[in-house]
């Protein structure tokens, strides 16, 4: 059966009076919302590559419409319409984008409930770290202080099943995903292999094959005082990494297929909140046996613990580790082949990957930390948050903002991110990137 | 003439005869609802400032041990709070779980106990003032009687509540306090809550007492206004279209369900 075929059968089965809708009753309703925001960001370095370092003025408009068709069927859809004046690349550009961030259509019964369209699905309990956000990509090209407006999803079936009629703790959860979701990043300067040609962005991929579709599941036991899940996964790494084309002299990126097996865990403890999320990944093309062994990500083991306690009522803090651990490592630049052009062209890729994947070491202890101030009572919040990593050639990311709500539906924010550290790491190799920003948002 | 006065001892008798403690039992026994469903608008603001409405849900249900609440709520309004949902399980030990779905983050996010004495959705009101006192969380003394502030004519008497341990204190966060409760129905019409320094704190109004069970003689508050003395916040809790009838499952308080916008 086609997975058009596939879909057309599911939303036969929901929206013609299966068995599953428990009389159904006409009771239409919708919901129109939104929001729209303006954002400013300001280099703070002056940059020899990009024109004018990262600099961005934009405007954007979000509609969210949900409609609800009767007690157990409903859709929900946003749309986003972005216009940039912006520079992340060599030259300036003014650019117009419209997107459906998401829009499906859903059934849902005390037990089940299943969606089927575009969708943003992300798991994990850890904060801005997931190793087990599996189906969702990031887009960093996007400049937004909020990280839920660069998340991109894709189209997708999710499946959500509670036995005894909702009421059990045990909770199930299948995903089929019709393609992967692209992470854009910024690409710094030291990421650019040198010698051949280079094409700096991955091209999209096709929906529905099988080298591009991806699918999951997670079986959870979820109490009010704690809860723990295991996952599995099945698709590709959203973060694109170069592959050098002999045939074509081309370094271009590509997105490797990958296995990964993940969990987490949350409970609270008085007045402490303890988090944990872990994942092997097992990439395709990564293992010790593969052509692209020691150039690509190899398999890897990602952890993040954490806790959460607040003091006096509104300042809340933070405090992750963070561990990768490289099994079967090869250092990029021990990479050999026969020919010392080709070993040389294949090192610079190596290392380019190493550097926007950050595996330039065995393994990667790092933190986060994270202190904010907010009080339902006050129009203003604040929040810094830092990450960094301890290994030989210490990188960090600080990034500072307040916030004011003039009214309700309007907040003002500004605030800073700012990299530091070895201009040989992840991090560090954005410090030209370093940049101030203002933000107004309206929600309606 | 005598009506009022065989009435005033109907009344005031029951009371005058009865403990503090055993007063607040009959206090929970009517205000124990085992299900409801309510629409609700909070109202806060300042003399200075506009007032904040949030509108939304909420279903609370009796657990099986007879004693602890299951309470959900789901916001409507204003749009930046829009499907957030809160879920609160009162638990025996007196620790309270308290769950935050995030629409915007699609994520559930706990709240930690120390939080559950702060503001709750920017209102005067705390988490746990949402959840519902037990009797045995608190030492009793009754400190006199009063005119009952909504109806003259009776006699409410005033009780003095104490935390009964270190934890529950830190849970409320108030060090007492004190509550007129009718003779009538044992609804508390009006309440004092003290800081943990001793300093009068807020002040509660409860009007429109209803009952909303009459097989069961299950009263509501339906208006409740209560006003920070330190700040002059107020919020006004409102509930309507109060609904004891429904069927409402345990599965509702579960924090499956509490990422499902219904």
């Known amino acids: 059966m086609s997975f058009q075929a596939l879909i057309l059968t599911i939303f036969f089965i929901i929206f013609s009076g299966h068995s599953f809708a428990k009389e159904p009753k006409s009771e239409f309703s919708y919901i129109l919302s939104g929001r729209i925001y303006t954002d400013q960001y300001f280099p703070i370095y002056p940059s020899t590559t990009y024109s004018s370092g990262i600099f961005q003025s934009s405007i954007s408009t979000w509609l969210d419409f949900q409609a609800k068709f009767s007690k157990t069927t409903s859709m929900h859809a946003v749309g986003e319409g972005d216009a940039f004046l912006r520079s992340l690349s060599e030259t300036n550009q003014s650019s117009f984008q419209g997107k459906l961030r998401e829009g499906y259509f859903s059934y849902q019964d005390d037990s089940f409930e299943l969606r089927v369209g575009q969708q943003i699905i992300p798991w994990g309990k850890s904060d801005g770290v997931n190793p087990t956000d599996y189906f969702t990509a990031k887009d960093y090209t996007l400049l937004n202080p909020d990280e839920e407006v660069k998340r991109t999803g894709a189209p997708a079936i999710m499946l959500n099943f509670t036995p005894n009629q909702g009421a059990s703790p045990f909770n199930f959860v299948g995903i089929f995903q019709g393609v992967y979701p692209q992470t854009k990043l910024i690409i710094p300067d030291q990421a650019i292999p040198s010698l051949v040609q280079f094409q700096k962005y991955p091209n999209s991929p096709t929906y529905f094959q099988s080298d591009t579709v991806e699918y999951g599941a997670k079986l959870s036991y979820l109490k009010t005082d704690y809860d723990f899940s295991i996952s599995a996964f099945r698709g590709v790494n959203h973060f694109a990494q170069y592959v050098y084309d002999i045939q074509k002299n081309l370094i271009a990126p590509q997105n490797i297929q990958q296995t990964a097996i993940g969990g987490d865990a949350s409970f609270t403890s008085g007045s402490v909140v303890f988090r944990a999320e872990t994942a092997y990944f097992v990439p395709d093309s990564g293992k010790e046996n593969s052509d692209l062994y020691g150039l690509v990500q190899p398999t890897h083991w990602d952890s993040v613990v954490g806790i959460e306690h607040t003091f006096f009522d509104d300042i809340h803090t933070q405090i992750q580790l963070l561990y990768r651990y490289y099994v079967a490592y090869l250092d990029p630049a021990l990479y050999t082949t026969a020919s010392p052009v080709l070993t040389q062209i294949q090192r610079s890729v190596a290392k380019s990957n190493g550097l926007l994947l950050n595996f330039q070491r065995q393994d990667n202890p790092g933190a986060t930390f994270r202190i904010g101030f907010s009080n339902e009572t006050s129009p203003w919040t604040a929040d810094l948050f830092l990450v960094g990593y301890f290994s030989q050639g210490q990188d960090y990311l600080v990034r500072p903002q307040v916030s004011y709500k003039l009214i309700e539906g309007l907040k003002f924010l500004a605030g800073g991110e700012f990299y530091g550290g070895d201009e040989s790491r992840p991090l560090g190799a954005l410090r030209k990137n370093s940049s101030i920003f203002f933000e107004g948002r309206y929600v309606f | ?262």
């Open chain 2, 1 to 262: 003439m005598n009506k009022i006065v065989l009435t005033l001892i109907f009344f005031s008798l029951p009371t005058f005869a009865m403990s503090a403690k055993e007063i607040m039992v009959k206090n929970e026994e009517a205000r124990k609802v085992s299900v409801y469903e309510a629409r609700a608008v909070l109202t806060t603001g300042n003399a200075g400032e506009s007032p904040k409405v949030k509108d939304f849900t909420i279903w609370r249900k009796v657990q099986p041990d007879g004693i602890h609440n299951s309470t959900l709520t789901r916001f409507h309004a204003p749009a930046e709070v829009r499907d957030e949902g809160i879920l609160i399980i009162e638990n025996a030990s007196g620790k309270n779980d308290v769950l935050l779905y995030l629409p915007n983050f699609k994520k559930i996010r706990r709240v930690e106990s120390q939080q559950q004495s702060g503001s709750f959705m920017g209102s005067v009101f705390s988490y746990s003032d949402i959840a519902t006192p037990h009797v045995d969380d608190y030492q009793y003394k009754t400190l006199g009687t009063e005119p009952c502030m909504g109806d003259p004519k009776l006699t409410c008497t005033k009780i003095e509540n104490t935390p009964a341990n270190e934890e529950v204190k830190n849970r409320i966060g108030y060090s007492k306090s004190i509550i007129w409760v009718r003779p009538d129905n044992f609804m508390v019409e009006r309440a004092d809550y003290y800081q943990t320094d001793g300093k009068l704190w807020k002040k509660l109004k409860a009007t429109e007492i209803k009952i909303i069970d009459q097989k069961n003689k299950k009263w509501l508050a339906h208006s409740l206004s209560i006003t920070n003395q330190i700040t002059n916040d107020f919020t006004e809790l409102h509930f309507s279209n109060v609904d004891v009838t429904k069927d409402i499952s345990d599965a509702l308080f579960t924090q499956q369900n509490l990422q499902k916008v219904k």
